[in-house]
């Protein structure tokens, strides 16, 4: 069975949307919670919106963004 390899987002079907947005979402929101981390060195980013909302905001929208997905590659197959 040969799987083809796709580089492009909207080349892939809804499972490979769905997996993709699994493991590259799970890095940005690593990403982000290291730079909130790192935020109180820095004066101009030290407020309670860039230290919890914000995180939060997009933890919210990652896992809303995942469940859309999923549903949508379980109504393909």
């Known amino acids: 069975m040969k799987k083809e390899f796709k ?3 909207w080349e892939l079907d809804a499972k ?3 997996i993709r ?3 590259s979402g799970f ?3 690593l990403f982000l919670y290291w730079a909130v981390w790192f935020a109180p060195e820095h004066p101009s980013f ?3 919106f860039f230290e919890e909302w914000v995180p939060l905001l997009f933890t919210l ?3 809303a963004d ?3 997905k999923y549903r949508k590659w ?3 197959s």
Do not use: Q, R
């Open 27 to 29: 890095l940005a929101l």
């Open 74 to 76: 379980k109504k393909e």
């Open 21 to 23: 947005s699994l493991w």
């Open 61 to 63: 929208l990652y896992f």
């Open 66 to 68: 995942l469940v859309y």
């Open 16 to 18: 490979g949307k769905f």
């Open 46 to 48: 030290d407020n309670i």
């Open 7 to 9: 580089i492009f987002y």
